[in-house]
């Protein structure tokens, strides 16, 4: 498998059924290790739901893409602009809500490939910058996305079942604001 082969589809209805198993399959497999089995669950069964899935698809001011390797699906990425962003309403911006690659595919550099896929999207939407929120005590994660270029610029809480949890928000500048000459 080449970086190459990896090809971006873009999620519809259709695929409903797919994208609430990998959703919850990669966020599990990503967030176990440091959550409840209680926690888990709850969080599951109420992010990764159906109906609440549906919802965010239909969305028009949000995406989804599955990244496939020939005919598999190796990993996803959901993206959002305008008023559809999580915690930011800025027009200038978008979010990277999530991005997961399946375990048995990691350590591919999938991972670096969709999020360039991601920094292109936002590009062509001519955005001052892309950004995230990462668990604060996912190190690996947010090691990656600094060598990436990110920085964090805040945090907000987050729910994990019945916890409240830190995420760092980090963003990454796309482009510089013209300084204003005042000569």
């Known amino acids: 498998m080449t970086i190459n082969e990896i090809k971006l589809r873009k999620i519809t209805l259709v695929d409903l059924a797919e994208l609430k198993s990998i959703s919850q399959k990669t966020y599990s497999d990503a967030f176990s290790w440091g959550n409840t089995k209680e926690n888990m669950l709850l969080y599951l069964n109420s992010s990764f739901n159906k109906e ?3 919802s965010e698809i239909i969305e028009n001011q949000s995406a989804f893409y599955f990244a496939k390797y ?3 699906t190796v990993g996803y990425f959901k993206i959002n ?3 559809a962003q999580t915690d930011l309403n800025d027009r200038d911006a ?5 991005i997961y690659v399946l375990e048995k595919f990691q350590g591919k550099s999938i991972g670096k490939k969709l ?3 991601v920094i292109q999207i936002a590009k062509k939407r001519e955005v001052n910058y892309l950004w995230l929120g990462v668990w604060k005590k996912n190190e690996k994660a947010i090691k990656f996305y600094k060598k990436q270029g990110f920085t ?3 945090s907000h809480p987050f729910k994990m079942g019945t916890e ?3 995420d760092l928000l980090m963003k990454l500048t796309l482009k ?3 300084v204003a000459n005042n000569q």
């Open 70 to 72: 020939k005919n598999e």
């Open 152 to 154: 964090t610029f805040n």
């Open 94 to 98: 978008m979010e990277l809500e999530r």
């Open 176 to 178: 510089k604001k013209p």
């Open 52 to 54: 609440k899935l549906q």
């Open 164 to 166: 409240i949890q830190t």
């Open 81 to 83: 602009f305008g008023s």
């Open 115 to 117: 999020l360039t896929d």
